[in-house]
């Protein structure tokens, strides 16, 4: 429960009465996760990354896209991820543009696969060779450091 205190401050010789308002509880701040890369590959139920909730990054080619429902469908290689986007702003989907997405991913029935997007952005133009080339970079640094540890 909030408790209320009273403490003076002199501003220009007036003392002025401010309350001020003390948590005797502290409360729990939720955290928004940055999003795991990952490849539309290695997405799949044997994945470890293939857990309702995991918070994601990916990035594929959008092979098609309902405005009525707010959901797209995008493709990396024969991987394919349905895209919720109904919380994204701004977003101008084309199909056969590659966009990357930060979601959380939610497992409907049949371990249908579904990421919630809550950022989305076109990504035409990024060499997509290189980016995975860097994410295989980053994944054998984050190993040999955590070796180390």
Not at 59 to 77: D, F, H, N, P, R
Request: glycine share 8%.
């Amino acid at each position: 429960m909030a408790g209320y205190v009273q403490r003076p401050q002199l501003e220009e010789g007036i003392e002025i009465q401010t309350i001020c308002l003390v948590r005797q509880r502290t409360m729990e701040v939720p955290t928004i996760e940055s999003g795991e890369l990952v490849t539309l590959q290695e997405l799949n139920t044997s994945s470890p990354f293939f857990t309702h909730g995991n918070s994601l990054r990916v990035t594929g080619k959008l092979q098609e896209y309902s405005v009525e429902t707010c959901m797209a469908t995008i493709m990396e290689g024969n991987a394919k991820l349905k895209i919720d986007t109904r919380h994204l702003r701004d977003v101008n989907f084309h199909v056969d543009s590659i966009y990357q997405f930060i979601g959380e991913l939610h497992l409907q029935a049949g371990n249908e696969a579904v990421l919630q997007a809550r950022v989305g952005r076109n990504i035409d133009g990024m060499d997509l060779k290189l980016y995975h080339q860097s994410l295989q970079l980053l994944r054998q640094f984050q190993a040999e450091r955590k070796g180390k540890f």
